[in-house]
């Protein structure tokens, strides 16, 4: 069973840094696009970031292009998301998502973690 985890969420202020980790297990990880969504109090959840199976190929919300950089160590199962230049607006719950289907660049999300919560004061 695909297990994912992530941590490293906290209250900053605006302008600070964070990075999130997402461990995951359950599976051959090396395989599979993984990805970040995130949810604000009210909101629908929303795409952040995403990554293919070897690190190659990255995609970015268009709110966070220039911020934010995804990254993955396939040794470690893990994935991450360095998160700087923090705005009040990136407040959110923040989630690992990964795929059921192998080696697909865009997949469906089926396997999410449990989020972890990234509030920025202003």
């Known amino acids: 069973q695909v297990q994912l985890v992530e941590s490293g969420g906290g209250l900053v202020q605006a302008g600070d840094s964070l990075r999130l980790s997402c461990a995951a297990s359950g599976r051959t990880f090396s395989s599979y696009t993984m990805a970040w969504f995130r949810q604000a109090p009210g909101k629908e959840r929303e795409f952040v970031a995403d990554i293919s199976w070897g690190g190659s190929f990255t995609r970015y919300a268009d709110s966070v292009k220039g911020r934010f950089t995804i990254s993955r160590d396939n040794a470690k199962n893990t994935v991450y998301l360095q998160m700087n230049s923090l705005k009040p607006e990136d407040t959110a719950v923040y989630y690992c998502?990964?795929?059921?289907?192998?080696?697909?660049?865009?997949?469906?999300?089926?396997?999410w973690g449990q989020g972890t919560q990234v509030t920025v004061s202003s």
């Open positions: 998502a990964a795929p059921s289907v192998r080696l697909v660049v865009r997949p469906k999300y089926d396997y």
